[in-house]
């Protein structure tokens, strides 16, 4: 398909042609690679089909078949930012529903000025990619034009400093209605920055209803200073119904501060505490209570992580 004011598309005959032309040139045999098309909106492309020179020889035979596609499953490819790039151009800008996840993208971020493209982007996955500061600064600024986006998911990465930059792009998309960020490094300024952003979010008529910032470092540097402004988003939201704070080194006067945000909250209906100084009473509420000094234990390692994550996710929800 195509216009006046674009080149037109080539058919998938003439893409497929190209696609083996380009095998050859890349010394690659050009076997079939696992497209998966449920309907015309859903393209699902997960668990090896791909690799970066596999993403770059099809990628006019990929244009040319997804059309119509709105919803883009391409997680644990063995892609990195090079093959990355690649889908993401071979992508309609009406997709809206791209998952990347546990694709190798800690070297480079050519791939995030790709997104700008994607006016139609809604829900965006990239959990377990390796992504570093630099990267998750890359793409905030790659997301800013994805007016539509309802979804975040940067969860499992190496994201220590770039709090901020996540968000200022909250301060920009007041859309977002879920932000997951879970077992990253966030702590100090960075996490202070993220919140001050979702309070400022809150403020200008934002409508997060979901929140998942677990497995972080809140407490560990600045983390008054952090629960101050978690407070005040506790006051101030009119939308936040789940609020996952689990595992965040946060200590009984960090708790404390939190809990006095949460009494004047009337939206949030789960709150997950557990592995902090505090507990959910009987009536729903949160209370500080003193624990036992955790300063020596260590954060599990990545390959704990699906159990650890499971156990998180199972603490009964409550107000």
């Known amino acids: 398909s195509g216009g006046p004011d ?3 598309l080539p058919s998938l005959q003439q893409s497929m042609g190209g696609y083996v032309s380009s095998c050859k040139q ?11 098309r449920s309907s015309e909106e859903q393209l699902q492309m997960e668990y090896g089909c791909m690799t970066d020179v596999r993403a770059e020889t099809m990628l006019q035979s990929l244009k040319a078949s997804s059309v119509g596609v709105r919803d883009a499953s391409l997680r644990s490819n063995g892609l990195t930012s090079k093959g990355t790039k690649h889908v993401l151009d071979a992508l309609p800008d009406s997709v809206e529903s791209v998952d990347l996840s546990q694709n190798d993208l800690s ?20 959990s377990d990619c ?7 600064k890359a793409l905030c600024e790659g997301l800013g034009g994805c007016t539509q986006l309802t979804m975040l998911n940067v ?3 190496n994201i220590y400093h770039s709090g901020s930059a996540i968000g200022n792009l909250l301060r920009m998309r007041k859309t977002v209605t879920e932000l997951d960020l879970h077992w990253n490094h966030l702590t100090g300024d960075s996490a202070r920055e993220l919140i001050r952003g979702l309070n400022e979010n809150s403020q200008a008529g934002g409508v997060l209803e979901r929140l998942d910032i677990s497995w972080n470092p809140l407490g560990k540097v600045g983390g008054e200073d952090t629960c101050m402004q978690m407070a005040q988003l506790f006051r101030n939201t009119k939308t936040l119904i789940h609020v996952d704070i689990s595992k965040c080194d946060l200590s009984m006067e960090h708790c404390q501060i939190l809990a006095e ?6 939206t ?3 709150i997950h505490v557990t592995g902090n100084a505090a507990e959910m009473t009987p009536h729903g509420f949160m209370a ?5 000094d955790t300063s020596t234990q260590t954060r599990p390692s990545k390959d704990d992580s699906a159990t650890s994550r499971a156990s998180a996710k199972a603490e009964p929800k409550a107000k």
């Open 6 to 8: 674009g080149p037109l």
């Open 26 to 36: 890349a010394k690659v045999r050009p076997n079939t690679i696992g497209i998966i």
């Open 107 to 126: 070297l480079g971020d050519a791939w995030c000025a790709s997104l700008s493209r994607l006016s139609g982007l809604q829900r965006f996955v990239l």
């Open 130 to 136: 390796q992504l570093g500061d630099n990267a998750c």
């Open 155 to 157: 969860s499992g990465n």
């Open 261 to 266: 945000g949460l009494k004047e909250n009337q």
């Open 268 to 270: 949030i209906l789960g």
């Open 288 to 292: 500080a209570m003193q624990v036992v």
